[in-house]
């Protein structure tokens, strides 16, 4: 697998999701980490602690597997830490790699070049906010 998406806009969802992630505690042992999921055209960040959770689709170029929803769980403050780390120059852009043989991800922008370890086990799943059982109010910022 083969992804490649803004420096940027990865770093800043990969750190806004790092903040949800449980670092000690039961959460840690059932949730650690940061899940990012592939699809042809984008990245989903995803992140818990058990009772709050953070999600956010990144766009980005993903080639390499055929199925669709991978996805690679990686420690969230090492990421958050190597990517905050790389260059932030307009147009950059980085690549995660995955080889398939070994559990590991691959990152590399320009001549910067990491590897992480993948968390193995389940993450807790979630489905995603579906907003049509809410009603329209008229004027509500104004009552």
């Not at 042809?40 to 995803?46: A, E, G, Q, S």
């Not at 993450?123 to 049509?132: E, K, Y």
């Amino acid at each position: 697998m083969l992804a490649v998406a803004s420096t940027a806009t990865l770093a800043d969802a990969v750190a806004r999701a790092a903040r949800v992630a449980p670092t000690k505690g039961a959460g840690f042992d059932k949730a650690a980490g940061v899940l990012i999921e592939g699809y042809p055209d984008k990245l989903v960040i995803r992140a818990t602690d058990l009772s709050s959770t953070y999600r956010q689709e990144v766009a980005a170029d993903v080639t390499g597997y055929e199925r669709v929803g991978w996805s690679w769980r990686l420690p969230s403050a090492l990421l958050a830490g190597i990517l905050m780390g790389l260059p932030m120059s307009p147009g950059s852009s980085v690549t995660l790699d995955d080889s398939g043989l070994t559990a590991e991800v691959k990152i590399q922008c320009d001549a910067a070049k990491s590897r992480l370890r993948l968390i193995m086990g389940d993450f807790p799943v979630w489905s995603t906010f579906n907003p049509d059982p809410l009603v329209h109010v008229s004027d509500f910022g104004q009552r």
